[in-house]
């Protein structure tokens, strides 16, 4: 059985961080998303403290997301760094194990080339560790939320919001404005038919109420039914 050596611990390390960040990166852009569909909804609603107050969260979630989005980028980088030293460390225990068969026909040589270059790999090494040391340290706790910044996202919220109420009102006021015509229109229609109805209805009484006695009311009644309308 292989015995884990410290480079197997600090790799699996490395991986078990690398995956604990990949899981917190998903789970922030999630909340960034949820937040910003809050705030929409909150300006649709016209809720300026709720709207406000999910912005900031946004604007809070998104540096902590940029944080760990930056820390993702460095262990990388490390495991990169530790899986190639891994495998230069096996590369140069092989060369080892060829320098000890040529120790005995070419030792001097040999040991110095073995001493130069694990002091090699020594000075990288540390200073690799240096590079990583002070990039860790430059990563800072970042500033706070942008005050004026989501006031403007807001500000930009609400107007978008109020063309879309006010497009809203004209279309509505159109179709009632089109209604209302249609209405006169019929109404209109009625009267002019109602009019004439009445006066059909007048001529047809006039006629019923003249005798056929003469050829004068005769006449008259010919008259009447041709002013009737059919």
Do not use: C, W
């Amino acid at each position: 059985m292989t015995p884990i050596t410290e480079s197997d611990t600090a790799i699996a390390h490395l991986k078990s961080v690398h995956l604990s960040l990949t899981q917190q990166i998903a789970l922030l852009t999630t909340q960034s998303q949820i937040y910003t569909t809050k705030a929409r909804e909150a300006t649709a609603r016209k809720n300026r403290i709720l709207a406000l107050s999910a912005l900031k969260s946004r604007k809070l979630t998104e540096a902590a997301l940029s944080k760990r989005t930056d820390a993702l980028s460095q262990i990388e980088a490390v495991l990169a760094a530790v899986e190639q030293a891994a495998s230069d460390a096996e590369i140069i225990q092989s060369l080892e194990g060829g320098a000890k068969a040529l120790d005995a026909l070419n030792r001097e040589i040999g040991g110095i080339e073995r001493v130069e270059r694990v002091m090699e790999r020594v000075r990288e090494g540390v200073e690799g560790v240096e590079e990583v040391g002070r990039a860790i340290a430059e990563m800072g706790a970042g500033g706070g939320v942008d005050e004026e910044e989501v006031l403007e996202e807001f500000d930009e919220m609400v107007r978008v919001e109020e063309e879309r109420q006010e497009r809203e009102r004209m279309a509505k006021e159109e179709a009632e404005r089109k209604v209302m015509e249609e209405q006169e229109r019929e109404a209109k229609e009625n009267a002019e038919r109602k009019k004439l109805e009445e006066k059909h209805n007048g001529l047809v009484e006039e006629l019923k109420n003249v005798s056929l006695t003469g050829p004068e009311e005769k006449e008259q009644k010919e008259m009447i039914e041709e002013a009737i309308p059919a």
